[in-house]
T-cell receptor, first 113, second 116 residues
Framework: QKEVEQNSGPLSVPEGAIASLNCTYS??????FFWYRQYSGKSPELIMS????GDKEDGRFTAQLNKASQYVSLLIRDSQPSDSATYLC?????????????FGTGTQLKVEL | NAGVTQTPKFQVLKTGQSMTLQCAQD?????MYWYRQDPGMGLRLIYY???????DKGEVPNGYNVSRLNKREFSLRLESAAPSQTSVYFC???????????????FGAGSRLTVL
């Protein structure tokens, strides 16, 4: 089982719709959760971080964390063509090996006109 | 304020050649990382350095060596390049790994390496 799992997609949504991206993780000791956006040929950039159960909103983005079910999700409201990118879920694992960040394989989002 | 700077941006090597990827950050961050990114594989950690003078293996360290030359610089060396090392390499830095809270990775622009 991979430590951080995402559906690779592509996830296609029409412009203006809500895009829902999901991520599950295996280590119950995980403390910090991040969503990075990566445009083709570019480096990842942080868009959201979440540390406590529940929802965290930032503009059109909402991150949701459920530690009991070990999943974290990202909702993008009013999706725009400029949101088309690969979204990487990242989890900071607890336990041995230090507090390294582990990434999922990413979900490709396509927002269609 | 340049952030994280990687060089070179592109490199083509022949099997068996060696090379070093350079990374420097000007944010006074303690921790630095090297990731590789392959299609369908996501970002995989090669090596990281939690502080100057320390380095640790990540998920895929075989075939690589690193040097944390000082607080600013963290280099990745391929001693004998193999086609399996064809990838995009990202360097990243972070203020502190001891706190699991607000620390965030800042990535360099990436280095695309092709091994023939």
């Amino acid at each position: 089982q991979k430590e951080v799992e995402q559906n690779s997609g592509p996830l296609s949504v029409p412009e203006g719709a809500i895009a829902s991206l999901n991520c599950t993780y295996s280590d119950r000791g995980s403390q910090s959760f991040f969503w990075y956006r990566q445009y083709s040929g570019k480096s990842p950039e942080l868009i959201m971080s979440i540390y406590s159960n529940g929802d965290k909103e930032d503009g059109r983005f909402t991150a949701q964390l459920n530690k009991a079910s070990q999943y974290v999700s990202l909702l993008i409201r009013d999706s725009q063509p400029s949101d088309s990118a690969t979204y990487l879920c990242a989890v900071r694992l607890g336990g041995g090996g230090g507090n390294k960040l582990t990434f999922g394989t990413g979900t490709q989002l396509k927002v269609e006109l | 304020n340049a952030g994280v700077t990687q060089t070179p941006k592109f490199q083509v090597l022949k099997t068996g050649q060696s090379m070093t990827l350079q990374c420097a950050q000007d944010m006074n961050h303690n921790s630095m990382y090297w990731y590789r990114q392959d299609p369908g594989m996501g970002l995989r950690l090669i090596y990281y350095s939690a502080s100057e003078g320390t380095t640790d293996k990540g998920e895929v360290p075989n075939g690589y060596n690193v040097s944390r030359l000082n607080k600013r610089e963290f280099s990745l060396r391929l001693e004998s390049a193999a086609p399996s090392q064809t990838s995009v390499y990202f360097c990243a830095s972070e203020r502190d790994t001891r706190s699991s809270g607000a620390n965030v990775l800042t990535f360099g622009a990436g280095s695309r390496l092709t091994v023939l």
